[in-house]
């Protein structure tokens, strides 16, 4: 079992910069992938960011050049750099990890951080 807690999120002007963790614990096997998704009030959740632990990362068309996803792989924990922000980003942040046991993939999520973007 896999435990994710994330951190981080505020309420920030637009133009403004965030960095979000992730906090992995338990039983958590190295082939993994580490992910940020979001959801806002009456949108499906989306994918922000993902990274395995060796290869590059992935974005969302929206945010890329703006954020940034990185990982420490000794610490388990993740982080999403969020710098130029807009009102658009406004949502709840969720962690995932996709942990490869055997030959079975498991998602263990956290349970959400608030990103609220506003003057």
């Known amino acids: 079992q896999v435990q994710v807690v994330e951190s981080g999120g505020d309420l920030v002007q637009p133009g403004g910069s965030l960095r979000l963790s992730c906090a992995a614990s338990g039983n958590i096997p190295s082939i993994n992938v580490m992910s940020w998704y979001r959801q806002a009030p009456g949108n499906e959740r989306e994918l922000v960011a993902a990274v395995d632990a060796t290869g590059p990362a992935n974005y969302l068309d929206s945010v890329k050049g703006r954020f940034t996803i990185s990982r420490d792989n000794a610490k388990n924990t993740g982080y999403l750099q969020m710098n130029s922000l807009k009102p658009e980003d406004t949502a709840v942040y969720y962690c995932?990890?996709?942990?490869?046991?055997?030959?079975?993939?498991?998602?263990?999520w956290g349970q959400g951080t608030q990103v609220t973007v506003s003057s």
């Open positions: 995932n990890v996709r942990a490869l046991y055997g030959t079975t993939w498991y998602h263990f």
